[in-house]
């Protein structure tokens, strides 16, 4: 299994920036796919932005324009870029990972606020 650490997590207003960063316990070109999801108070965790080991990226359509992900695979580490952040952007963000040998993972989670 992997371990996945996330941080960069933190309280920011409504049009600023925050990036997020995600470090694995091993070496990530071996993992077919990393990502982010979110949950927010009373509501089911939802996708955000995942990234194949090839490089073809999927995001929601609530971020997509103002988010990216990028991967760093010398550094085993899986990156979001939030942009022109938004209130309903507040919640506990969750790196992924999944992989053919491990099957899929989670880290702990970080928080990030919005407010208005």
């Known amino acids: 299994q992997v371990q996945l650490v996330e941080s960069g997590g933190g309280l920011v207003q409504a049009g600023e920036s925050l990036r997020l960063s995600c470090a694995a316990s091993r070496s990530t070109r071996s993992i077919n796919a990393m990502g982010w999801y979110r949950q927010a108070p009373g509501k089911q965790r939802e996708l955000v932005a995942t990234?194949?080991?090839?490089?073809?990226?999927n995001y929601a359509d609530s971020v997509k324009g103002r988010f990216t992900i990028s991967r760093d695979n010398a550094k085993n580490s899986v990156y979001l870029q939030m942009n022109s952040l938004k209130p309903e952007d507040t919640a506990v963000y969750y790196c992924?990972?999944?992989?053919?040998?491990?099957?899929?993972?989670w880290g702990q989670g970080t928080q990030v606020t919005v407010s208005s």
């Open positions: 990234m194949s080991r090839s490089g073809d990226t």
């Open positions: 992924w990972y999944y992989s053919a040998y491990d099957g899929t993972g």
